[in-house]
């Protein structure tokens, strides 16, 4: 027996709206595929199962918000007896000691504490109770053992709620806003960051993309960013442990590389979706990858595992005219890598100074984890790969 | 082809990369990129539907060409045959 649980969609959510199944009790599912929507503040999100059977029971309805965490289906899964099994859930092992967790999308969706949120200490009785009364445990203060929340807290906190004057729901926009500034205030309090910058010689790749796309149909034309994308891919399976989650005090590496993408919003804030084992990725399946993730994340219909896999955020605001970027971390990653514009710049090379197009490449990393001789290392590993696009 | 004709055409297009712009606010003399909030990959999908729709390749080196409404127009206005 599985458990579908309301994900955790980055260290900024608490809860979720199931907007609506699309699967009924009965019906077969695999693993990997849709079966729900689901709202939270900062988009629409379609979610993935990770178990493979058949769908038993369907424990929370439409239009109901649930803090995550909360059994949301029943899966009898395939080949096993009901009952017998939970969902396995793959060790997390501190590192050095032990082998790289596989990603952070098939672990059970971390509580709060895990990832930075705020720890909810209550009962199973009295989380059920929440999510039946549409109450987040969060905004609760607990009187029992502990400050541990009880029936009677969740009871107090909706009756509160009902006497209390209508006040009106701020948009997603704002909502987004408060999220991402709770996020960020908390990674700056929360991380040492350190960071680095270094000057990037930008002439070989740019000069490869030109003859690359003069070969190419419009379709297939590749945009530049594609090639950082790869570059800083392939420069942390040399450096990875800047390829980590930090969890519980402890810093785990994820085997796969999953960028996370930062894009912005047209009505404002930004999502920060994974590409999905970003390294293996060739230039032209990424350049696909990467245009499908940017309309979705605009349309609103990201999936669940583009969420909650990226291992390190990549963000570019060269568009913008931007020359640095000296970004924050977003939890539990322990990385983040900024580039902004390419410009042209004098430029010395073997005695003779010549004018180059150049991009400011930005670390800002988690002390915790890595010293700046690690991130210093990292920076050169992703100038290197530019220097040699026709392998990227 | 009028160029009132491809001034729809590009507006259709435009609408469908950025589909919250009020299209008929935007001024024919400045920047797209400054009125509509567009990037690269926005630049190559307008691109991209300007070749569906008007079945003109558009290379790399003239994107710099289409930094206005009014040179969209004359540009794709140039390279299409019977536009009056």
């Keep these: 027996m599985a458990e579908f649980v309301m994900p955790q969609l980055g260290a900024d959510m608490t809860s979720g709206k199931l907007l609506r199944w699309r699967k009924n009790v009965g019906d077969r599912i695999q693993r990997g595929e849709i079966i729900a929507d689901v709202e939270t503040d900062k988009a629409d999100i379609e979610v993935e199962v990770f178990a493979t059977g058949i769908i038993e029971r369907l424990l929370v309805r439409p239009e109901e918000r649930v803090p995550i965490g909360t059994v949301m289906a029943i899966i009898q899964e395939e080949g096993k007896l009901p009952g017998v099994e939970a969902l396995p859930i793959p060790a997390m092992t501190e590192v050095p000691a032990a082998p790289k967790i596989p990603t952070p999308a098939v672990l059970a969706p971390p509580s709060s504490a895990e990832v930075g949120g705020p720890r909810v200490h209550i009962s199973p009785v009295a989380r059920k109770l929440a999510a039946d009364l549409g109450i987040d445990p969060v905004s609760v203060s607990g009187t029992g053992p502990g400050g541990r929340i009880t029936m009677a807290d969740i009871e107090q906190a909706a009756r509160a709620r009902k006497a209390a004057p209508a006040e009106a729901m701020p948009d997603r926009a704002a909502r987004m806003r408060q999220i991402i500034a709770a996020a960020m ?31 190419r149909s419009v379709e297939q034309r590749i945009v530049y960013g594609v090639l950082l994308l790869k570059a800083v891919a392939l420069a942390l399976c040399e450096i990875p442990e800047l390829n980590s989650i930090w969890s519980n005090g402890k810093v785990m590496q994820c085997t796969d590389v999953n960028v996370g ?67 924050i971390i977003y939890p539990p990653q322990v990385a983040l890598v900024g ?37 210093g290392l990292f920076l050169s590993a992703v100038d290197l790969k530019l220097q040699e696009p026709e392998k990227l | 082809m009028t160029r009132d004709e491809i001034k729809s055409i ?52 003239d994107y710099s060409k289409l930094a206005t409404l009014n040179g969209c127009v004359d540009y794709l206005a140039a390279h299409q045959t019977g536009v009056a």
């Design chain 1, 185 to 215: 205030a908390r990674s700056k309090r929360e991380i040492p960051h350190y960071y680095l910058s270094t000057t990037i010689d930008m002439s070989r790749a740019l000069a490869w993309l030109r003859q690359e796309n003069l070969k």
């Design chain 2, 10 to 61: 590009v507006l259709r297009v435009l609408g469908r990369i950025v589909p919250e712009a009020d299209m008929q606010q935007l001024k024919p003399e400045q920047r797209l990129r400054d009125q509509l909030d567009i990037d690269s990959m926005d630049l190559l999908n307008f691109v991209v539907g300007l070749h569906k729709e008007l079945h003109v390749e558009i290379p790399e080196a």
């Design chain 1, 339 to 375: 580039f902004g514009k390419v410009t042209e710049r004098p430029w010395s090379s073997d005695g003779q100074v010549s004018s180059r197009p150049v991009i400011t490449a930005t670390l800002s990393a988690d002390h915790r984890v890595s010293d700046g001789h690690r991130g």
């Design chain 1, 261 to 327: 993408v930062a894009i912005s919003l047209r009505g404002g804030g930004l999502v920060a979706p994974a590409l999905h084992n970003t390294d293996r990725l060739t230039i032209d399946d990424l350049m696909k990858s990467f245009s499908d993730l940017i309309q979705r994340a605009r349309a609103g219909s990201l999936r669940s595992s583009e969420l909650s896999d990226p291992t390190i955020t990549v963000t570019s605001l060269g568009e913008q005219g931007v020359e640095a970027v000296f970004g």
